[in-house]
Nanobody
Framework: QVQLVESGGGLVQAGGSLRLSCAAS????????MGWFRQAPGKERELVAT???????NYLDSVKGRFTISRDNAKNTVYLQMNSLKPEDTAVYYC????????????WGQGTQVTVSA
């Protein structure tokens, strides 16, 4: 079992920055592939960024160059640094984990709201 708790969401003006954190517990963090998802009202959930146990990353095209996903295995925590935020980034952001070597994200956090005003 894996428990994920997000934090760091809030209200920010366009062009500003936020850093989301996701603390994991329940099993060895280094055995988890991690991802950040987001869902805006009326839209489907989309994968924002992923990071493997070895640190390889991938990003949604619309956030490349602005967002950075990272992990600190010693702290059992994954981060999403969000810079140059745009109103279209407004969504509930979810942390998720998959069991390596599986591909499906099985465990989910409760979500944290990010609102970007114009």
């Amino acid at each position: 079992q894996v428990q994920l708790v997000e934090s760091g969401g809030g209200l920010v003006q366009a062009g500003g920055s936020l850093r989301l954190s996701c603390a994991a517990s329940g099993r060895t963090f280094s055995n988890l592939g991690m991802g950040w998802f987001r869902q805006a009202p009326g839209k489907e959930r989309e994968l924002v960024a992923t990071i493997t146990s070895s640190g390889s990353t991938n990003y949604l095209d619309s956030v490349k160059g602005r967002f950075t996903i990272s992990r600190d295995n010693a702290k059992n925590t994954v981060y999403l640094q969000m810079n140059s935020l745009k109103p279209e980034d407004t969504a509930v952001y979810y942390c998720a984990a998959r069991l390596i070597p599986l591909t499906a994200y099985k465990y989910w956090g409760q979500g944290t709201q990010v609102t970007v005003s114009a």
